[in-house]
């Protein structure tokens, strides 16, 4: 039998690749029958993720998964119908084509692979159109939680069975009933992509449709973290494919270099125990001026040791700065050299695997999310866009793995304002800072429970352990 070759097709992002580039690993170590293509779409503005994927495929030791970077698509930032997310991956679609029609050719080759699917990034559903081409089938890679597939999934038939306005819903003050959500949903938490038509259709509509057309959806989650919502998922009406929830699917070891990472751990290695609060705010989250003083003031007057990623708003929204310095409070890097560190990109999990550090200043991204879980520190919530928002309210509210900052600030990925969400106080972030730090709060004994819970779900017998052994089945009985 020839191997089963499978397709991944990843978003270009840190955020969605790393965890995709994991997931390709961890179906390759549970079975040797299968190879995997991994594509790495090549994004105008998105160097970071090329850069990882090259230190992956260079250090990559498993014969079983292969890299190709795909051409790059160039485009007109002026030109915003070419910028969007929508028509950079639609001109990718001849390149993953080709690249997987080269993949396998000649077919009659005993050496060449066996396409047995393709599995795709939540947002790069348009290429379920390429895996029908070839008649293999699709498998969604959800790279963030069960209950926000949930929300989609009845946002979706909102709109398409009930015509509802869902922009209406996203600019109100109402509180949703959602399926995998224990509890309401207020519509200030509710992500940004509702607050305008064409939005909603990238990353809402279009999606979630073509997610009940996929094989199956693979879930970045586990059961024990998530068992409303997978049970709603599982449970739900047959308009929706199998869930697979594998997670967490992390990558534990940084492959993601930061240049200073040596003096940052050496100067962890110097702080006590549990004793610094870690900020760190996704790969594109970042703050305009006014933001950044508070939340520098709030860490002086925290008086907590601090190890801070602050990194300037992207080059491609027009910048109010281009260094921290310019914008930090006068004095506070001398006033503050002895208790607090400023760095750019970090190191994130071995900070978080750091014992020195006690809480997590965080704007709720799922990898963040589920590797601070994994390590058992506590988070405070600072949400700013995509489903962070959604995300911090249920980590608040309905899990009670973190505390509250804010639940509903709003920015774009480059900083803008785009709703009426205000700057964030200081005193308001410096009640959150010492809430985190707290050394017997309830959150923290809650978050060391679920790191248990989370490490048991990838053993053997745990429940994404067997969750992964179905979707194999699936791959291979359909092969
Ligand atoms: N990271 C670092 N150092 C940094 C910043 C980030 O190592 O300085 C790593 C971090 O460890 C994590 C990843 O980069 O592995 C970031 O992922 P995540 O926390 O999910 O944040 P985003 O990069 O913002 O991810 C996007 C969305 C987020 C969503 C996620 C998964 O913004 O809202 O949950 O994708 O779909």
Redo the contacts with the bound molecule.
């Keep these: 039998m020839k191997q089963p070759e499978l397709v991944f097709v990843p978003l270009s992002?840190?955020?969605?690749t790393?965890s995709a580039v994991e997931l390709a690993k961890a179906l390759v170590d549970r079975d040797d029958r299968l190879c995997i293509t991994i594509l790495i779409m090549n994004m105008p503005f998105d160097s970071k993720t090329i850069e990882f994927a090259k230190s992956l495929a260079n250090t990559n030791t498993c014969d079983r998964i292969r890299f190709i970077e795909l051409p790059r698509v160039e485009f007109d930032p002026s030109d915003t119908s070419k910028s969007s997310m929508s028509f950079l991956i639609d001109s990718h679609k001849p390149h993953v084509r080709e690249a997987v029609s080269k993949l396998i050719e000649p077919e009659s080759s005993p050496d060449s692979p066996r396409l047995a699917g393709f599995f795709v990034d939540?947002f790069c559903t348009k290429f379920m159109d390429v895996a029908n081409e070839f008649g293999v089938p699709t498998y969604v890679f959800f790279?963030?939680n069960a209950a926000y597939l949930g929300l989609m999934l009845h946002m979706q038939s909102l709109h398409d069975e009930q015509q509802v306005d869902l922009t209406e819903i996203g600019n109100s003050d109402v509180e949703l009933s959602v399926p995998t959500t224990s509890l309401p949903i207020p519509a200030k938490v509710l992500p940004a992509v509702m607050l305008r038509k064409h939005w909603l259709s990238t990353f809402f509509l279009q999606p979630s449709r073509a997610f009940r057309e996929a094989r199956g959806i693979v879930v970045n989650t586990f059961e024990e973290l998530e068992p409303y919502a997978v049970n709603a998922l599982t449970t739900e009406g047959t308009s929706i494919p199998p869930i697979y929830p594998v997670g967490p699917i992390l990558?534990t070891k940084?492959n993601?270099e930061?240049s200073d990472q040596e003096s940052i751990m050496q100067w962890l290695d110097d702080q006590a125990p549990s004793s610094v609060v870690f900020l760190?705010f996704?790969?594109?989250?970042t703050f305009d001026a006014e933001q950044v003083k508070e939340m520098a003031l709030a860490l002086e007057r925290s008086e907590h040791h601090f190890l801070w990623?602050l990194r300037p708003p992207s080059s491609i929204g027009r910048s109010e700065y281009s260094s921290p310095d310019e914008v930090l409070p006068e004095g506070f890097l001398d006033r503050t050299a002895n208790i607090g560190k400023l760095i750019g990109?970090?190191?994130?999990?071995s900070v978080l695997a750091h014992k020195a550090v006690g809480g997590f200043v965080s704007?709720c991204?799922?990898?963040?999310?589920l590797?601070s879980l994994w390590f058992g520190v506590p988070t405070a919530t600072f949400p700013i866009?995509?489903?962070?928002q959604f995300?911090a309210f249920r980590s608040v509210k309905e899990l009670g793995l973190g505390v509250e900052i804010t639940l509903d600030y709003k920015r774009d990925i480059f900083g803008r304002s785009i709703t009426t969400s205000t700057t964030v106080s200081a005193d308001v972030i410096e009640k959150g800072i010492k809430s985190v730090m707290e050394g017997d709060s309830q959150v923290r004994k809650k978050v060391k429970e679920m790191s248990k819970k989370s490490r048991r779900a990838l053993m053997e017998g745990g429940s994404s352990h067997s969750s992964l052994g179905r979707l194999i089945q699936d791959v291979i009985n359909n092969y």
């Design positions: 992002g840190i955020g969605h790393v939540m790279t963030t990558n940084s993601q930061s760190c996704g790969s594109m989250g990623s990109w970090a190191p994130q999990v704007h991204g799922w990898n963040s999310t590797e866009y995509a489903e962070q995300n």
